[in-house]
């Protein structure tokens, strides 16, 4: 039987995010977007549904007197990362 795709994941800007965090540890808002070519409010509201379910942890703070807001990946996020992969790896075998 082929699992589910986790529907959290399964969006490409949240996969993009994901991606991303899981080969660098952590970023900010900045490189994000950058990366992603994706508009701020669409991040900004990718990057809460991401941070609600705990995949990511955000701190937001100042870094040369200008907003900074950093991303990081969380250990549920990693366990989750690699679960969708391994469902969708089921998918491509099928």
């Given at each position: 039987m082929i699992k589910r795709?986790?529907?959290i994941l399964h969006s490409e800007l949240?996969?993009?995010?994901?991606s991303h965090?899981?080969?660098?540890?952590d970023s900010d808002f900045v490189k994000?977007?950058?990366i992603t070519e994706a508009a701020s409010g669409n991040v900004s509201i990718q990057?809460?549904?991401l941070q609600t379910v705990g995949y990511i942890s955000v701190t937001k703070g100042y870094k040369n007197n200008y907003h900074h807001t950093k991303?990081?990946?969380t250990s549920l996020g990693i366990a989750e990362f690699e679960k969708y992969i391994e469902s969708l790896s089921q998918y491509?075998?099928?």
């Amino acid at each position: 039987m082929i699992k589910r795709l986790n529907p959290i994941l399964h969006s490409e800007l949240r996969l993009a995010i994901m991606s991303h965090l899981l080969s660098v540890g952590d970023s900010d808002f900045v490189k994000i977007k950058e990366i992603t070519e994706a508009a701020s409010g669409n991040v900004s509201i990718q990057i809460k549904k991401l941070q609600t379910v705990g995949y990511i942890s955000v701190t937001k703070g100042y870094k040369n007197n200008y907003h900074h807001t950093k991303v990081s990946i969380t250990s549920l996020g990693i366990a989750e990362f690699e679960k969708y992969i391994e469902s969708l790896s089921q998918y491509l075998k099928r």
